[in-house]
């Protein structure tokens, strides 16, 4: 098949396709990555906070001094180069709407059978959609339809659910609107972070859409299930209210040994402090 995925150039898409590219690597693949500044990113002290250590330090610092090291063994992860040259597999980023331009272009350009979509920044327009046929899914980090919008992972905190849930789904015209294809669950610990919950249930679903791609792969299209409308909630983006109420809760953000945990995981025996030494050196 001829799968087309999209992602976000931040650590969270990175892991996404670290997942995704090796599993599918028996397929033609291509990448899309939004690399999209928008001024809410740092409209809160928490949010500049995850757009600091996930995107930019991954991508202006960490990243270019992992590329620029010769190939370990070890390396369970790969950056975003390193990926596009272990498989072969193009990336094309995208910084703004005026060059994704609805995606219908990409779509017309790498002619996939399926377009899959996990944490992309932008919004495919009708002409994309129909261009597919039916084939395009949605990996959202919520339980739908309850968790539609931004930041489902801190709702659910937020209103003390002992589970997380993520959700495959068809796109269709709307956001986080399609039929359902499945929904899986992980279970709250308090004991760790906001940030291990999101790569927790990520991981997660990940597994999930492989599982459904071998499916679609052998000759399944499940028609998925229809979402309740009356159970739908829309979250827009966390403001600095949630974000003191989470702290009161005892939620936190980020926590700097699960982070730097797992940028170890891009080079075994490095450590992080002096990955960035060494560049700041350079």
Avoid at 126 to 140: K, L, P, Y
Avoid at 173 to 186: K, M, S
Wanted: glycine fraction near 8%; charged fraction near 25%; proline fraction near 6%.
């Amino acid at each position: 098949m001829r799968i087309l995925l999209c992602s976000t150039r931040d650590l969270m898409g990175c892991l996404i396709l670290n997942q995704l590219i090796p599993a599918l690597a028996g397929h033609r693949l291509g990448v899309l990555l939004a690399d999209k500044t928008r001024n809410v990113d740092s409209a809160v002290v928490e949010l500049a906070e995850i757009k600091l250590l996930e995107r930019t330090l991954l991508n202006t610092t960490v990243f270019p001094l992992l590329d620029s090291l010769p190939p370990d063994p070890g390396t369970r992860r790969w950056t975003f180069q390193g990926l596009a040259r272990r498989f072969q597999v193009p990336f094309q980023i995208l910084h703004d709407d005026r060059e994704f331009a609805g995606g219908h272009h990409w779509i017309g350009e790498f002619r996939p059978d399926w377009v899959i979509s996990a944490r992309f920044g932008f919004i495919f327009d009708q002409a994309a959609i129909d261009a597919v046929a039916g084939r395009m899914v949605n990996f959202h980090p919520g339980a739908l339809p309850a968790y539609a919008g931004q930041f489902p992972v801190l709702r659910a905190m937020l209103r003390d659910e002992s589970h997380i849930g993520c959700t495959l789904h068809y796109i269709t015209a709307g956001i986080d609107r399609g039929p359902v294809l499945d929904r899986r669950w992980i279970p709250v610990n308090r004991q760790h972070s906001h940030f291990f919950h999101r790569r927790a249930i990520t991981e997660l679903g990940m597994t999930a859409l492989i599982e459904f791609l071998e499916r679609v792969a052998g000759g399944e299209h499940p028609a998925g299930e229809t979402q309740d409308r009356q159970r739908r909630h829309y979250y827009g983006w966390p403001d600095a209210r949630e974000f003191e109420a989470a702290r009161k809760a005892g939620i936190v953000n980020m926590s700097p040994a699960e982070y730097l945990a797992l940028l170890r995981e891009f080079r075994p025996g490095l450590e992080v402090a002096d990955q960035l030494t060494a560049l700041s050196g350079s």
